[in-house]
T-cell receptor, first 114, second 110 residues
Framework: KAGVTQTPRYLIKTRGQQVTLSCSPI?????VSWYQQTPGQGLQFLFE???????NKGNFPGRFSGRQFSNSRSEMNVSTLELGDSALYLC?????????????FGPGTRLTVT | LAKTTQPISMDSYEGQEVNITCSHN???????ITWYQQFPSQGPRFIIQ???TKVTNEVASLFIPADRKSSTLSLPRVSLSDTAVYYC???????????FGKGTRLHILP
């Protein structure tokens, strides 16, 4: 069974631009969560989607948004990029979001904002 | 959401048992305790999860005292490949917004 895939793996953007990251969950998984990882803040929860609905949202500004499609694939968008948005963005999938169950993480997308 | 506190880093030697303790004084009744392992340039990988007492799987053991204000991840007979960052997470079973702490950087020496 294929794991969680994220595209692109690496991305370089300029301040003020916007970016869209993609995540394909494990087949059959319907819950997708997004995390931001930086050396200073560690792993921080961004948001979680289940059945195309956002269930939870972390403490991030409105520039960070996401969506989930009917096939459970998810995209995350960051508008008006800032230097501080440089990070590893991780996507995780699980069967259901009803418990703090095992989440399977993808390899991440490393975003660099210059 | 309960905040977790772990040692920033630990060193150990191959073949030793390693115990990493996590403090979560404000753990709520519905919270589970979950540990993840992360290698450089990879996403975290689930290790073990528990609610109380002791849980054991093929990779590790998790010890949770009766007051649940702390937990200890035990890795038996570590090898060099166990060098990684280990995260302790505390989450509400009704709220899947998992919060990661800073993690413990474990370095295994030959």
């Amino acid at each position: 069974k294929a794991g969680v895939t994220q595209t692109p793996r690496y991305l370089i953007k300029t301040r003020g631009q916007q970016v869209t990251l993609s995540c394909s969950p494990i087949s059959g998984h319907r819950s997708v969560s997004w995390y931001q990882q930086t050396p200073g803040q560690g792993l921080q929860f961004l948001f979680e989607y289940f059945s195309e609905t956002q269930r939870n949202k972390g403490n991030f500004p409105g520039r960070f948004s996401g969506r989930q499609f009917s096939n459970s694939r998810s995209e995350m968008n960051v508008s008006t990029l800032e230097l501080g948005d440089s990070a590893l963005y991780l996507c995780a999938s699980s069967l259901y979001p009803t418990t703090p169950s095992e989440q399977y993480f993808g390899p991440g997308t490393r975003l660099t904002v210059t | 959401l309960a905040k977790t506190t772990q040692p920033i880093s630990m060193d150990s030697y191959e073949g030793q048992e390693v115990n990493i303790t996590c403090s979560h004084n404000n753990i709520a009744t519905n919270d589970y305790i979950t540990w993840y392992q992360q290698f450089p340039s990879q996403g975290p990988r689930f290790i073990i999860q528990g609610y109380k007492t002791k849980v054991t799987n093929e990779v590790a053991s998790l010890f949770i005292p009766a007051d649940r204000k702390s937990s200890t991840l035990s890795l038996p007979r570590v090898s060099l490949s166990d060098t990684a960052v280990y995260y302790c997470l505390v989450g509400d079973i009704w709220d899947d917004k998992i919060i990661f702490g800073k993690g413990t950087r474990l370095h295994i020496l030959p």
